[in-house]
């Protein structure tokens, strides 16, 4: 009988414990879902009560350039004219040629600066290539089975967490470089040993300690035309163009002629003064430049960028001529001046150029991907398969970094011969590359989405024209108030009634490239379309927050 009611003792201790642990896990996911929701709450509420709305647009070089005509300064346009009881501020921060990890870097800067109410970002582009080029027999059933077997999948996870270990590593290593330098800098405090101390602080992408130590080596000696050069860097990667331009102005006057600090700095001004819209003095800097520097090897090609980026290809197209002349390898100049010629509706002219200039260089990956899409457009499609088969066998290398997504082209090519078989083998080849993601863009698209979540702001995560969301959507997954902006229908759609180059002023990822005023402006378009459908917006008068 005693031991009857013991049991019964215990059933009782333990039945209480269990309902107690049931009832603090219901608190706390009450608790949580109320923290949640209020959370929510606030932030309708606050887009509700505060009529000033702030975008802050990331990204790189198709967020930064177009001017008045960049999609940012056109979204803000399209927002303010469908409700122009509100005012709208859009903010650009794209910085060219940047990666998601320098973007992730200034993300702080930015939300403490601008206060966004909604975070625009289309990054990842410049992260490097996300596929490797395949070989044509790749299209063989047994070499795609082996693409999916989980040894190769553990593989790939293997070496990405051996990159990450080796990145861990010199992290490491700089951070007791820096604790070395400090003795020494309290020792011998010089403009040298700042400077010194001001790129360890750079590798490790701290950029206000970076600024810090460039400014006390400028405090030292303000003629320290290196320091002066990386303080102008740092500004530019801020996307904080004045600062750029004053400090690079002044590593120019100190620099001796013969330096690529100053060649660099030169490059780096024009385009501060470039994003900063101030056309007239960005060229007169790059005459300058050229006149300063005999070696500028690319000196008459970036005044030829100026006049395209101001949509004046008839001025333009004489300088690339000038630049091929000095130097008859310049790729850029070959691919620039084709677009030129094609708004002449000279594609016999840009044909034999283009492969004049593969003559020269002919395993670059960007001249032969151009000559591809080239020959696509004037309906030379089997001379086309056989380029861009070409262009398969090509080293990643030979691309320079960059993602030109060859398969795409390769399969319009077979859809326009009516070669439905070929057509669905690189189908499924681009259906496993949308599943598969660069590891860095990944990485900060995670820490992006926890950032903007915390603090309640709607981000809005923007794919490339022509690009699959399916990748994208491989990247966010629920942290926050996220949306995707679908760039490829609208893109295809209007693209099946004029041509490529009426939306865009280049190729550099091989299906697509930096847009046009219209181009830009359906990026816009598709962008204000998601924001009015998915934020509450209400009649409200502007407020005075902190726009800058």
């Known amino acids: 009988m005693a031991t009857t009611k013991l049991q019964h003792k215990i059933l009782l201790i333990i039945g209480s414990m269990l309902l107690a642990i049931m009832l603090v896990e219901f608190s706390l996911r009450l608790g949580g879902l109320i923290f ?84 625009v970002a289309m990054m990842g582009i410049n992260d490097g290539a996300s596929f490797v080029p395949i070989q044509e027999d790749m299209a063989n059933p047994l070499k795609r089975f082996g693409n999916h077997l989980r040894l190769y999948k553990f593989y790939k996870l293997l070496k990405a967490h051996i990159a990450a270990q080796l990145d861990a590593l010199t992290v490491r290593n700089v951070k007791r470089r820096i604790n070395k330098t400090k003795d020494i800098i309290e020792n011998n405090p010089s403009a040298n040993n700042y400077r010194k101390m001001a790129s360890l602080y750079r590798v490790l992408l701290e950029w206000d300690a970076e600024k810090e130590m460039l400014q006390k080596a400028l405090a030292i000696n303000p003629r320290d035309y290196e320091a002066n050069a990386y303080l102008g860097m740092n500004h530019r990667r801020r996307g904080d163009y004045q600062e750029a331009i004053e400090a690079l102005k002044d590593a120019i006057r100190f620099a001796p002629n013969d330096t690529d600090i100053k060649m660099q ?38 005044l030829g960028d100026l006049f395209v980026q101001e949509g004046k290809c008839e001025l333009a197209k004489p300088l690339y001529m000038k630049q091929l002349e000095i130097n008859p390898t310049d790729t850029l100049s070959y691919i620039k001046l084709t677009f030129c010629l094609k708004k002449e509706d000279k594609y016999e002219t840009a044909e034999k150029l283009l492969t004049q200039a593969i003559t020269f260089n002919p395993k670059s990956g960007p001249l032969n991907a151009e000559l591809g899409s080239l020959l696509m457009e004037t309906g030379k499609y089997k001379k086309a398969e056989k380029i861009l088969k070409k262009c398969l066998t090509l080293p990643e290398s030979s691309y320079e970094g960059a993602d030109i997504n060859i398969h795409a082209l390769l399969y319009d090519t077979y859809r326009a011969q009516g070669n439905d078989k070929k057509a669905q083998e690189i189908k499924e080849i681009l259906e496993t590359q949308n599943n598969e993601y660069n590891l860095e863009t990944y990485k900060n698209y995670q820490t992006l989405q926890k950032e903007l979540a915390q603090r309640n702001i709607y981000l809005f995560a ?25 760039n490829e229908k609208s893109f295809k759609e209007a693209m099946a009634h004029e041509p490529y180059d009426t939306y865009f002023i280049d190729r550099f990822a091989g299906d697509f490239g930096h847009c046009t005023p219209k181009g830009n402006r359906l990026i816009a378009e598709n962008i204000a379309d998601s924001i009015l459908d998915h934020i509450p917006i209400t009649q409200k008068k502007p407020d005075s927050g902190p726009v800058k």
């Open 36 to 119: 949640k929701t209020s959370q929510e709450i606030t932030n309708r509420t606050d887009l509700k009560t505060r009529a000033a709305y702030r975008i802050l647009c990331l990204g790189e070089s198709m967020v930064a350039l177009g001017g008045q005509d960049a999609f940012p300064r056109q979204l803000e346009r399209i927002l303010n004219d469908k409700m122009p009881e509100i005012h709208f501020k859009v903010i650009n921060k794209g910085i060219p040629s940047t990666t998601t990890t320098q973007i992730i870097a200034n993300l702080p800067h930015y939300l403490k600066q601008y206060d966004p109410h909604i975070v």
């Open 265 to 302: 700095s030169y490059a780096m001004l024009v385009e501060c003064l470039t994003l900063m819209e101030q056309y007239d003095q960005a060229r007169d800097i790059q005459m300058k430049a050229i006149n300063d520097i005999p070696n500028y090897v690319r000196g008459w090609g970036v």
């Open 462 to 486: 923007v794919q490339y024209p022509l690009r699959s969301v399916q990748r994208l959507k491989t990247m966010i997954n629920g942290y926050g108030q996220v949306f995707i902006v679908d």
